[in-house]
């Protein structure tokens, strides 16, 4: 186990984490990404994977953890974005059967 070090937009340390190195290679999410936004009238996520982007999102922006969820339909995967003053992220998140 290793230990991850978030730096704000000056190089101090504003939190830490705990992480485990994956050796391998990467899947290629390209093709989960979606292209483009639909307006859906609802779709469905796990709450337990919530919860883990909402852990990221306090471990990427501690003072101020909000997120952008970009849906594209039902049944395909929807962007999720973290951001702080500095820097975005994006996580892939899927949705369930309604």
Do not use: H, W
């Amino acid at each position: 186990m290793e230990v991850l070090t978030y730096l704000d937009g000056i190089g101090e340390c504003v939190s830490l984490a705990p992480v485990c190195v994956v050796d391998g290679q990467f899947a290629d999410i390209g093709g989960v990404i979606p292209k483009e936004n639909s307006p859906v009238d609802a779709i469905g996520f796990n709450a337990g994977y919530l919860a883990d982007i909402e852990k990221a999102a306090k471990l990427y922006n501690p003072k101020s953890p909000g997120i952008v969820i970009k849906p594209s339909v039902q049944t395909t995967s929807s962007i999720v974005e973290l951001s702080d003053t500095f820097e975005k992220a994006s996580a892939v998140i899927m949705p369930i059967r309604l």
